[in-house]
């Protein structure tokens, strides 16, 4: 889960493609376009490619089993109070009579969207702060990075938890927003390192000297750059932002009833764990299956997209970030 | 080196500072410790919630408030709650049980961690590789709930198998226990044993997902095969040089897996109801307290920090490059 930073700038980021986004340099010939190589590396790692069409299969469950499945999530069957699961109930039922299946298809939807929208909004933030840092130094270097370390001091479960009753019964939305809010800190960092190799290359010191401002120079010249690093980091995001945010939720600080999540699924089945499984069972497999198959895919992008990483796990040495400790937030 | 580490040490003390402070302001901002109070049935006359305002001074600014506790806690008290009980009482013990929770996880993280690392690198490719490699993964995927709670199931099946109790998973202690000193020191243990695996799972998992990769980073290195050449043994080149190289990294993600441990330490304090800070904090949440939060927030902050501190100081142990 490591992105080995030094490593990874060597020679890449003059290396066009539909990816990098060609910066103002001269194209050497290449038999092949980056995307193709990119796609067919991926395709060799079957762990990743597994892990692609397990995610898929769970979004294509969670949105359209609603369709065609028998009861939905707030209906209460009052004829069947915590059956064990059978043909009407494919994952039995509650303590009131509602229906597990459905429950845990609502709450995987909402985990799932959560998650990739707290990945992409935080990688925004990220990015911006990141190479904002690294391309004008200085003060504003010193200050961003002390406000990341601020950030870093405190775990972001406890500073979500504190803001909790500040937007309970307010939309979900709001929770995504406060969870990108404090998820975007040590992608900068890594942003922030790589920016400040970028500046220092000719395409970058040549946008400069013809006038470019330089926030046009970050956009066009400096993040897509990057885009490798980003995505591989928006993907493994995901991971952490269902974990961060079924945390919360199992406290009661995230998603608030009556809409459900996995991790409202797993704290209500969790008190009745020892006698009645099958409510949190469901839940929690799913939850581990679908971080995992994000990691997986997290995994195989990386091996895919930067040749020179060292496979899985590589060495945080030398980075000048341990990048890959995403620890989970929450 | 000393320089530094001094440096590094003033600029964490005042990055502490700034975190309790803001964690005070958003929970003074936010929480709304009369609720409980208004909200009861029949309720309170008019002046007992006045003379609870009064007594909480939440009238006063937030910054005068955060000066009068930071300037008490200084002194070695930390304020009162919103039930008027005095929390300096209750942190001691609570400090005790986390740090107790933390300590053993860190330990037993970073031990079976590098041990199982260094022999997933040796043995690369070979079943055990697979199996623990593919368990860590799982693992990682996992939030720590959801281990705890599957640890829980599995003693529960455990004692029914052998017909008496072997795992305890509620509480530190069995209360109101009467016997011996070393059978209240089996008591503890017996109840020690889920929450410590519950947290030393996920770091045991993490330190091994990277020391068997820095580990094989130096396998393929050109001092080890020096080293081999001029005759040491195997073993002794891999764990004389080898480990020592390998564990550099290590330093670094000490600080990092800190953070993982304590957000671990809530959710594990909470399901095996043991009552230390992050048991706290949750209840300082629902409580509305701020002084609760403040005080579990300079803890963790502080925890973070002399942990951020140590990883440096290990960074500069193991590798002699940093010393000058």
């Not at chain 1, 229906?99 to 998650?115: E, H, N, P």
């Not at chain 2, 390998?246 to 990092?256: G, K, S």
Request: neutral net charge; proline residues 5%.
């Amino acid at each position: 889960m490591s992105v080995s930073v030094t490593r990874s700038t060597d020679g890449r980021p003059d290396g066009p493609g539909p990816a990098a986004g060609p910066p103002v340099d001269i194209e050497p010939p290449t038999p092949q376009t980056r995307g193709k190589l990119v796609l067919r590396r991926f395709l060799r790692n079957r762990l990743a490619v597994a892990g692609l069409a397990t995610i898929l299969l769970l979004y294509a469950m969670a949105f359209l089993s609603p369709l065609f499945a028998p009861w939905d999530y707030i209906e209460q069957d009052y004829t069947a109070f915590l059956q064990p699961p059978s043909l009407s109930h494919w994952f039995g039922t509650t303590q009131i009579g509602g229906d597990v299946f459905a429950q845990t298809m609502r709450g995987l939807q909402k985990s799932l969207t959560i998650g990739l929208l707290v990945a992409l909004i935080s990688m925004v933030v990220a990015a911006t702060v990141g190479a904002t840092a690294g391309y004008f130094g200085g003060w504003v270097d010193r200050c961003l990075m002390w406000v990341v370390d601020l950030l870093l001091v405190l775990p972001s479960l406890l500073v979500i938890a504190i803001l909790s009753p500040a937007f309970r019964g307010d939309s979900w939305l709001l929770f995504v927003v406060l969870l990108a809010a404090f998820a975007w800190m040590i992608t900068a960092r890594i942003v922030r390192g790589m920016t400040l190799t970028l500046r220092e290359r000719e395409f970058v010191k040549a946008a400069r000297f013809m006038g470019v401002p330089s926030w046009k120079i970050i956009a066009r010249h400096i993040v897509p750059n990057m885009a490798s690093i980003l995505i591989i980091d928006t993907t493994i995001s995901v991971g952490l932002a269902i974990l961060a945010e079924t945390g919360l939720s199992f406290f009661g600080f995230g998603v608030q009833a009556p809409d459900v999540s996995l991790g409202t699924l797993i704290a209500d089945g969790t008190r009745s764990a020892l006698t009645f499984p099958w409510l949190f069972l469901f839940a929690g497999g799913l939850l581990v299956l679908a971080v995992l198959a994000v990691n997986f895919v997290g995994d195989g992008l990386r091996d895919a997209l930067d040749p020179n990483s060292l496979g899985r796990g590589s060495s945080p040495d030398e980075a000048e970030e341990p990048a890959g400790v995403r620890v989970p937030a929450a | 080196m000393t320089g530094f580490l001094a440096r590094r040490f003033l600029n964490y003390v005042v990055l502490c500072l700034v975190a309790t402070f803001m964690a005070f302001s958003l929970a003074s901002l936010t929480f709304d410790p009369l609720d409980k109070l208004q909200g009861r049935n029949p309720a309170p006359p008019a002046e007992v919630i006045e003379a609870k305002r009064a007594e909480l001074r939440l009238d006063d600014p937030i910054p005068a408030r955060f000066v009068a506790w930071a300037g008490d806690a200084v002194q070695g008290d930390f304020g009162r709650t919103v039930t008027n009980q005095s929390i300096t009482d209750q942190l001691w013990r609570r400090v005790g049980v986390s740090l107790r929770l933390f300590l053993l996880g860190t330990t037993l993280g970073i031990t079976v961690g590098v041990i199982l690392g260094v022999a997933g690198a040796i043995r690369q490719y070979k079943a055990s590789d697979y199996f623990v490699t593919l368990s860590s993964f799982v693992i990682l995927s996992a939030p720590v709930f959801l281990i705890g709670t599957l640890l829980k199931v599995g003693a529960l099946q455990l004692n029914q198998g052998a017909e008496t109790p072997l795992l305890y998973f509620t509480g530190e202690f069995t209360p109101g226990f009467q016997g011996s000193w070393s059978a209240a020191l089996l008591d503890r243990l017996q109840h020690l044993v889920l929450p410590t695996l519950a947290i030393a799972l996920g770091q045991i998992a993490l330190y091994s997902r990277y020391q068997r990769s820095a580990m094989l980073d130096v396998l393929g290195s050109d001092f080890l095969r020096t080293a081999q050449a001029k005759g040491l043994t195997r073993r002794k080149a891999l764990f004389k040089h080898g480990l020592r190289t390998a564990l550099i990294p290590m330093a670094t993600l000490f600080a990092f897996g800190f953070g993982l441990l304590i957000t671990g330490g809530v959710f594990t304090e909470r399901i095996f109801a043991w009552y230390g800070m992050g048991d706290w904090f949750i209840y300082g949440v629902e409580q509305q307290d701020t002084n609760i939060v403040a005080t579990v927030t300079l803890f963790v902050a502080v925890l973070v920090l002399v942990s951020g501190w140590l990883s440096d100081v290990l960074y500069a142990a193991l590798d002699p490059r940093v010393r000058i």
